[in-house]
């Protein structure tokens, strides 16, 4: 069953967590400048969604670095899927995400406050923030992959 494994007092009925990372690749020799990602490399994108036991749900990769992870989410196949009902999640099912991504009815997201949240707002964040911080494990795995 997806989402077991999940902290159930913090975020029952979560599926997965949603996370996007950049893949470094060399100077494109065509619209270079779509390929410049934030923090000053060449990149392609990978978005995946994945659970507790490292696997990969959906994985969704090649958006120019330049893109933001919303919109790599809102033109993924995925949230397409989801939002069209082709693509059929459990009742009440909740897909966990960093504050880049919008929220939606299956896809929760930490407030934004710039320093202005109530106690309740930053005790969510926290919790949201710790039940979703494990993904960070695939992408480093998936960052040290090699194509042969």
């Not at 020799?29 to 990969?56: E, L, P, V």
């Not at 330049?66 to 033109?75: E, G, M």
């Not at 106690?119 to 964040?125: A, D, G, L, T």
């Amino acid at each position: 069953m997806l989402g077991i494994n999940f902290r159930p007092n913090a975020f029952p009925f979560v599926v997965g967590c949603l996370d996007g990372t950049h893949f470094k690749i060399n100077t494109p020799k065509k619209d270079a400048i779509c390929y410049y990602d934030r923090k000053g490399n060449y990149s392609i994108i990978m978005q995946c969604i994945c659970d507790t036991t490292f696997r990969f749900l959906d994985v969704f990769i090649g958006y120019t670095g330049s893109c933001h992870d919303a919109n790599v989410w809102k033109n993924s196949p995925i949230n397409k899927g989801i939002t069209s009902g082709e693509v059929q999640l459990a009742k009440d099912a909740i897909i966990l995400a960093d504050s880049a991504y919008p929220l939606s009815k299956y896809l929760i997201a930490p407030y934004r406050g710039n320093g202005h949240l109530l106690r309740e707002e930053k005790q969510f964040n926290y919790y949201l923030s710790s039940t979703r911080v494990f993904i960070e494990q695939p992408f480093g795995k998936a960052q040290n992959f090699k194509s042969y």
